[in-house]
Nanobody
Framework: QVQLVESGGGLVQPGGSLRLSCTAS????????MGWYRQAPGKERELVAT???????NYGDSVKGRFTISRDGAKKTVYLQMNSLKPEDTAVYYC?????????WGQGTQVTVSS
């Protein structure tokens, strides 16, 4: 069974930066794509960023130009670099990995942007 372990969340002031990590239990190039989603209280889960097996990236409109998704195949890890954080970025961030129609989710990591 595939497992995803996230780390890197925490409390940061507006304008600050954080880097999230998601480490998989298998070689990440076996996935069609991997990515990050987030869910704020009372809101639906939304796309943050994805990266496919070919390296193509996709971002949600609210994070374009501020967040960057990347990966390290040797470490079986996908990263989300978050810069210029805003209070509205506060949410639980979930790592996702997809093989065809099968999705695996991490346990989530809390990101809080507040002064």
């Amino acid at each position: 069974q595939v497992q995803l372990v996230e780390s890197g969340g925490g409390l940061v002031q507006p304008g600050g930066s954080l880097r999230l990590s998601c480490t998989a239990s298998i070689i990440i190039f076996e996935f069609n794509d991997m990515g990050w989603y987030r869910q704020a209280p009372g809101k639906e889960r939304e796309l943050v960023a994805t990266i496919n097996v070919g390296g193509r990236t996709n971002y949600g409109d609210s994070v374009k130009g501020r967040f960057t998704i990347s990966r390290d195949g040797a470490k079986k890890t996908v990263y989300l670099q978050m810069n210029s954080l805003k209070p509205e970025d506060t949410a639980v961030y979930y790592c996702n990995a997809r093989i065809l129609t099968c999705n695996t989710w991490g346990q989530g990591t809390q990101v809080t942007v507040s002064s």
